[in-house]
């Protein structure tokens, strides 16, 4: 039975320490795009690789460590429901810790913080869709820009698109290499926007060739959890997907997404 | 005719003077309740009992003479529509002055403040169900805690009872008189959740026999408008109706909830 | 043809440099009563006059080239979708600068704000109805409040004709001469509700033969956008039209509207 090798992989015993906020920034990272995943219990920390529904993005989350009070992992999967853990998360104050301690014997992880703990049934993460890594694209362009930024060049990418009745929004990500700017550009049926970063907007930009169109949608669901100050990197190639990378509670906790190219536009 | 009896209680004439938001407290505490209530006009202050269209919550509110700046009412009972008279008191500032004023001959309340004057019609109080005085219980397990703690512990146990999904969600009180701790505790069909106080987190405790089932819905209405800094004493016993009581407005508010518990569960 | 004669004032170039939440302002007052303007592009600013689809309130809007960083415009009209306007404005930060420029030879309006640059398409002017000027009414009461009085009577207002499920909601503007006061009067079927305001009460009051019943709807559209410490002038008359008008930007913006009354009620 395919269960039997699955079983190697299932988790050890499992317990950690760690402030809450941290635990929701991880978990609010993930939620943007899959309200189920699988969690590896590595020895350097929390690892989480998920990809949405409809296949066009994919995170890869770690949070080391370091980032915990305690931590032991014996290694292994377990399996979550993302909208139920950060219901539970938001119960306790943000500042105070909590208690993860998951139990193989009854597959069930408690959470406890003072005095409430509750009791999580975890998903069997066979059912979960096992995710490739995150390739190598040797995208060359890159713009690192600060979250507040980013979000509203989104903004304006998405007023321009309303202005059209028969298709979703696009954004066009675009580096003019003469004129060493990187254009997030968007067209609607009668309006458009063009928010150009040059070298003295961006935290930093490397010229490289680029030029790929994406849907908003996606865009808008990984940026809404980024702070303003976060310093968010963008690597860009020609027809190519995305990588958009931060990183979040001083540095401990690693995001990485990668966004699929819209095609035939 | 029942209403010449009846007649024995209309309300002869009452005028008053209190700050808004004091008069706010009162009816946003009944209002988890009702939306209509019979007000007793007493000499020493405004009395009002009710109970919730389902039977199982009742509430009894004091609102002492001692809390306006002038008062005087020559007893008897007025119906009002306690929705309409939060709508009225949210037109004035909250430190501002209402002036209250009964007129018996129009069976309308006059309420100004400042340059504003509001007439509101009464509803006839024969209209409104008599509620009978809330029972003693003789319940002797006890617990004090705060508002904002109340607050957790109802929000937890509302995330447990989420992943059910044929039954609303139920909370049970339980002393451990061995441990010493008052557990709030919720099953839901895949997790659970043990709220725990013990000495140290709750205010007072009163160790008593105590362990009964309730409805959580009821338990969040009258939840709903405690401060979090209220200091909330809750008295339970075995498979029997619990009291919460708090006071408000410097001690001169004092509202006294029954809840009943679930039964064959 | 009509278009022939109607090209005589189409707008020349234009060019503009202003705070972005002064241009937020101004479009904001216009957009109570309607979702597309004409724009006179005068030499001493921006003119906007416009009525409301159902010709129940009109608004003459000015705002002074003086309160623009640099104003160039040659005179002409053009009309513009004031949503997408208001919706371009949110992007930047209310305090930065905003370049607008119009190429008559493109009919479209480019907004510039950092690297952020939005073309705007334009709708025909020809496409927006000519509005009269403001009438002079020869109104001889003149009430001036403060936004957050004006609110305050509207809301008290609004919460008596609530008690009326038949008929939308009318308020009563009414001088007693003889009181020296002014009253904003609302009935509905069971509640009635009189905010009075006398010589204490008012910034300033100009006693005159005043008695107007008006839509509680339209004035409460039109008051939305005003802050609470603008000052209010209202004048009424005898079933007539009211006029309201404030300023705001540091008195460079000036807002002129016209409410018809209701009649025969």
Redesign the interface.
């Known amino acids: 039975m395919a269960t039997t090798d699955a079983d190697t992989e299932a988790a050890e015993g499992f317990e950690a320490i760690i402030q809450v906020d941290a635990l929701e920034t991880l978990f609010e990272a993930v939620n943007t795009l899959v309200d189920e995943c699988k969690i590896n219990l590595t020895d350097g920390g929390l690892e989480i690789t998920a990809v949405d529904p409809s296949n066009v993005a994919m995170v890869d989350a770690e949070l080391d460590a370091a980032a915990f009070e305690a931590y032991q992992a014996g290694g292994g999967v377990i399996g979550v429901n993302v909208d139920?853990v950060l219901?539970?998360l938001?119960?306790?104050d943000g500042e105070e810790l909590a208690q993860l301690a998951y139990d193989p014997a009854t597959r069930k992880l408690v959470i406890q913080a003072?005095?409430?703990?509750?009791?999580?049934?975890l998903i069997d993460p066979e059912t979960i869709r096992q995710e490739p890594d995150l390739p190598d694209l040797g995208l060359e362009a890159r713009l690192v820009i600060d979250g507040g930024q980013l979000d509203?060049?989104l903004?304006?990418a998405g007023?321009?698109t309303?202005?059209s009745s028969h298709k979703s929004g696009h954004m066009r990500l675009q580096v003019d290499a003469e004129a060493a700017v990187c254009h997030v550009v968007a067209e609607g049926d009668?309006?458009?926007?063009?928010?150009?970063?040059?070298t003295g907007?961006a935290i930093d930009m490397t010229i490289g060739p680029a030029d790929s169109m994406f849907s908003l949608e996606y865009w808008n669901d990984v940026a809404t959890p980024i702070d303003d100050d976060a310093r968010v990197s963008i690597r860009i190639g020609e027809e190519m997907p995305a990588r958009m990378a931060y990183s979040a509670i001083d540095g401990r906790l690693h995001l990485d997404y990668m966004i699929s190219p819209r095609v035939g536009q």
Chains 1, 2, 3 share one sequence.
């Not at 003072?114 to 049934?121: H, K, Q, S, V």
């Not at 009668?190 to 040059?198: G, K, L, M």
């Open positions: 139920r219901d539970v938001s119960v306790p003072g005095g409430f703990e509750y009791t999580l049934a509203r060049a903004t304006a007023i321009a309303a202005s009668t309006d458009d926007v063009d928010y150009t970063f040059d907007d």
